[in-house]
C-alpha cells in the first residue's frame, strides 16, 4: 500500500526527468510487464499515434500529393475513411488530369457559339449511375485500374467501377470529371474485354457503301448506287431514305441534324435529317464530286496566342461547304441555316450523272488501296483512260445556275487533274489532287496561296494539324509528307510505306497511316518536341501480334526481299492450294519493291533532317486496308475478311471485333459505338456494336 501512496510523488518524478531517461523508465518498465499488460499498453498507444495527415493538410496541398498517385492509389485511398474519401472526390483537377493523360476527352472543336446553337451540335453529358457500397480492400488489390490494361475479372471490374462513381453521401460534392474518367474507363474496359451488344442488319441500298456517318441517333450511309439510308443506331430499322440524286453518293457530311452529299450526278444535295426532305441543290460542277468539307466559323488563335490572351478570331465568317470534283475544281458554297434559308433547287440542277463519267470503283472509296490491286479495277481503269473532263464554258447552263445561285461564293481553279482530298480549319483549304500536288486556298478570297510539290504521284489524302499549322499528305509514292500552311515549306517525310497511302488520321498528336501494303503505322508527331525519356529502340506488333524490337533502317538500305528471292519462293509454293494467298501477297511485295528502289533513288536529294520513322508498324492484315478510325486510344481497321482493333499507345493488336467477312466497305465509331459496313457472301450488312449497353 505504501507503494500506492507513492504513485502521485512517482508520477511527478518522471514528469521531471530528461526525455532520454524517460524513454529508458518505460523500456525497463516494459521489459518487466506481462503479456496482458502489454497488449492493453499497445491498444491505448495505437490511437495516439494515428495521424490522418492527408486531412490535416489544407485541401490545395492534400489535392497536390493526390496529383502523384496513380488511379489504382486514389481508388485505395478513397477506402480508407470517408474523410479520405470526400478528399479524393473533391480533387476536379486531379481527376481531370486523368481523364486528359487517358485521352478520354474529345478534342476541342472551338466552333462559334452561335454555329453550334444553329445547327444543333451541343450535347448533354450522360446520366451518373447511382450509388453502391464501396468494394473491400481485397478485391482493390486484385484490379488494375490502368486505363491501357488487361480487362479485370468480372466482379473486380464492377468494384473498381462502382467506386469511380459520383460520390456517396449527404452533402458530398460531384465530381464531373471523377464521372466522366468512370464512364469512360467502363467503356474501355469493354472495348478491350469485347463485352458488348452487337447486332446486324442487311441492307439493299447498293453494292458498295461509300461514306458512313454517326450520329447520337443515327446511322446515316451513302451508297455507290444513288441511296442514302439513315438507320436508327439502337436498333438498326430504316427511318429514312434521302432520295434525290442520280448518280452514286461519294462524298457525306453530317453537322447536327443537316445532311451534305455529293455525287456522280455532279450535284451537291443538303438534306434535313429529321425530315429526310432535300432542301438545297447546288449545281456547277461538270463531273463527280468526290470529296468535301464543311467549315463552321472557328476559333483560329494558335495556341501562343490563346495563352497570351488574344481577341478571339473566328472564321469562316459564315458557315461554308467545300467541294472537290473530277473536273479538277473546287467550289466553295454557302451552307444553309436550316432556320433562316430557304429551298433552293434550281431546274438546271435536275440532271442525271454524266454518261461520260462512269462509277467510281469501291477502292477510291477513301481506302487505302492500290487501283491495280481492286476487285473493281476494270471500272477504275476506263475511268483512268478519260482524261478529266474541264471546267464547263462560260454560257453552260450548269455554270450559269452555278452564278445565278445564291448560295454560291466562288470556284477554286488550278489542279491539273482530280481533286481526290480536301481539308480545311478556318479560312485555310487544302486539297490534293491525282495531279501529285497539294495546294492552299483562301476561302474568303479563292486565292491559291501556294501550290506544294514533292510527291512523285496522286496525292489521295490529307488531314490538318491546326495549331502548328501543318499539313499532312499522303500519296501513292508510298510518302507522307508534312508542310506548313503559312509558308509553303516542306518540314518533314515521313517514310515506311512501300505503296500508296490511302488514309491518315491525327487525333491527340498522334499520327495514323494505312496503306496498300497491309500495314497500319503510328508516327509521333513530326513537329513536337522529342520525349527526352524514350528509347533508341522501339517496338511494333508482328504478324503474331508480339513485340518486336525495331532499329529504323538508314534511308539508303533497302530492308527487303530481292524480286528474285520472291520469284525462287513462288516457285516452290506453286504447287501448294493453302499457298495462293502468298503468291498474292508475293505480287504485292514485287511491285513494292520496285517502287521503293524509286524512293531511294530520289531520297538521296532529300535532306537527312527531315526524314522520320514510325513508332510502331502494325502488321495484322493480309490485305490492303480499306478503312480505319483511331481516337488517340484506339484503332479500329478493316481489310480481307476482318475487323481488328490496336492499342495505339503500345501498338498492340488486341483482337478481331469482326471475323470471316467477304469484305470491309466502311468503319466509324465514338466512345461507345462501333459501326462497319461489311460484305458477306454478296449481302451488305451493318455490324453494330455497343459497348455501353
Not at 442488319?201 to 439510308?229: E, H, M, P, R, W
Not at 450559269?400 to 485555310?428: I, T
Not at 504521284?457 to 499539313?471: F, G
Not at 508482328?542 to 524480286?563: F, R, S
Request: charged share 20%; proline share 7%; glycine share 6%.
Amino acid at each position: 500500500m505504501a507503494a500506492v501512496y507513492d504513485m502521485p510523488g512517482l508520477m511527478a518524478t518522471y514528469d521531471n526527468l530528461p526525455a532520454a531517461m524517460q524513454t529508458y523508465l518505460l523500456f525497463q518498465l516494459l521489459r518487466r510487464t506481462p503479456r496482458a499488460g502489454l497488449q492493453f499498453a499497445a491498444q491505448t498507444v495505437a490511437p495516439v499515434l494515428h495521424r490522418d495527415f492527408l486531412g490535416e493538410l489544407p485541401p490545395e496541398v492534400a489535392h497536390h500529393v493526390l496529383k502523384f498517385m496513380g488511379t489504382r492509389e486514389l481508388c485505395r485511398a478513397a477506402c480508407a475513411s470517408r474523410a479520405w474519401q470526400r478528399v479524393v472526390d473533391g480533387a476536379r483537377a486531379v481527376w481531370r488530369a486523368r481523364v486528359l493523360d487517358a485521352r478520354y476527352e474529345p478534342e476541342p472543336a472551338r466552333v462559334h457559339p452561335l454555329a453550334q446553337l444553329h445547327f444543333g451540335l451541343g450535347r448533354g453529358e450522360p446520366a451518373v449511375s447511382a450509388a453502391a457500397p464501396r468494394p473491400t480492400a481485397d478485391e482493390l488489390d486484385t484490379a488494375h485500374l490502368a486505363p491501357r490494361a488487361d480487362a479485370p475479372h468480372e466482379r473486380v471490374a464492377q468494384a473498381a467501377q462502382r467506386l469511380l462513381l459520383a460520390p456517396r453521401g449527404p452533402g458530398a460534392a460531384h465530381n464531373p470529371f471523377k464521372a466522366q474518367f468512370a464512364r469512360a474507363y467502363r467503356l474501355d474496359r469493354n472495348w478491350q474485354s469485347g463485352r458488348c451488344r452487337q447486332f446486324s442488319f442487311a441492307c439493299d441500298g447498293g453494292s458498295v457503301v461509300t461514306c458512313v456517318q454517326l450520329t447520337d441517333k443515327y446511322i446515316v450511309a451513302g451508297f455507290d448506287t444513288k441511296n442514302i439510308y439513315v438507320f436508327d443506331i439502337a436498333t438498326g430499322a430504316t427511318v429514312r431514305q434521302l432520295e434525290g440524286h442520280d448518280g452514286g453518293v461519294w462524298a457525306l457530311a453530317v453537322v447536327g441534324a443537316t445532311v451534305v452529299s455529293g455525287s456522280t450526278d455532279r450535284t451537291v444535295r443538303v438534306w434535313d435529317l429529321d425530315s429526310g426532305r432535300c432542301t438545297h441543290v447546288f449545281a456547277g460542277h461538270s463531273s463527280t464530286v468526290r470529296c468535301l468539307q464543311v467549315l463552321l466559323p472557328t476559333d483560329v488563335r494558335t495556341p501562343a496566342e490563346r495563352a497570351r490572351g488574344a481577341p478571339v478570331r473566328y472564321e469562316p465568317r459564315e458557315p461554308l461547304i467545300v467541294t472537290g470534283s473530277r473536273d479538277t475544281t473546287l467550289r466553295v458554297w454557302r451552307l444553309p441555316s436550316p432556320t433562316r434559308d430557304a429551298p433552293y433547287a434550281p431546274r438546271a440542277a435536275r440532271m442525271p450523272a454524266a454518261p461520260d463519267a462512269p462509277p467510281d470503283a469501291p477502292d477510291d472509296a477513301r481506302m487505302a488501296v492500290d487501283p491495280a490491286d481492286a476487285p473493281a479495277a476494270s471500272a477504275r481503269r476506263r475511268e483512268a483512260l478519260q482524261p478529266p473532263l474541264q471546267p464547263p464554258p462560260a454560257d453552260d447552263a450548269r455554270a450559269q445556275a452555278a452564278r445565278l445561285n445564291p448560295f454560291f461564293e466562288r470556284a477554286l481553279a488550278g489542279h491539273g487533274d482530280s481533286v481526290r482530298a480536301v481539308a480545311g480549319h478556318g479560312n485555310v483549304v487544302v486539297s490534293g489532287s491525282y495531279d501529285g500536288t497539294v495546294r492552299v486556298w483562301d476561302a474568303a478570297s479563292g486565292e491559291c496561296v501556294h501550290q506544294l510539290e514533292g510527291h512523285t504521284s496522286k496525292v489521295y489524302t490529307i488531314v490538318l494539324d491546326p495549331d502548328h499549322q501543318a499539313i499532312f499528305s499522303g500519296s501513292m509514292d508510298g510518302m507522307i509528307r508534312v508542310w506548313n500552311w503559312a509558308t509553303g515549306a516542306c518540314l518533314r517525310i515521313l517514310r515506311g510505306h512501300l505503296t500508296l497511302v490511302g488514309l491518315l488520321a491525327l487525333r491527340h498528336g498522334t499520327l495514323v497511316s494505312a496503306g496498300a501494303d497491309t500495314t497500319l503505322r503510328v508516327w509521333d508527331h513530326p513537329l513536337r518536341p522529342a520525349d527526352p525519356h524514350a528509347t533508341q529502340q522501339r517496338a511494333f506488333s508482328n504478324i503474331a501480334g508480339d513485340t518486336v524490337a525495331h532499329a529504323p533502317q538508314p534511308v539508303g538500305a533497302a530492308n527487303v526481299i530481292t524480286n528474285h528471292a520472291l520469284a525462287a519462293i513462288a516457285h516452290h509454293a506453286a504447287g501448294n492450294l493453302q499457298q495462293l494467298q502468298l503468291l498474292q501477297q508475293l505480287q504485292l511485295q514485287q511491285r513494292a519493291n520496285d517502287q521503293l528502289q524509286q524512293q531511294l533513288i530520289g531520297s538521296a536529294q532529300e535532306p537527312a533532317d527531315l526524314m522520320r520513322t514510325e513508332r510502331f508498324m502494325l502488321r495484322q492484315h493480309t490485305n490492303a486496308i480499306t478503312c480505319f478510325q483511331h481516337d488517340g486510344t484506339k484503332i479500329v481497321s478493316g481489310a480481307d475478311s476482318t475487323l481488328k482493333l490496336w492499342d495505339v499507345r503500345s501498338g498492340l493488336f488486341v483482337r478481331d471485333l469482326l471475323s470471316n467477312l467477304t469484305s470491309v466497305w466502311q468503319v466509324r465509331f465514338d466512345q461507345r459505338r462501333c459501326v462497319a459496313a461489311v460484305n458477306r457472301n454478296d449481302v451488305t450488312y451493318f455490324e453494330v456494336m455497343d459497348f455501353g449497353a
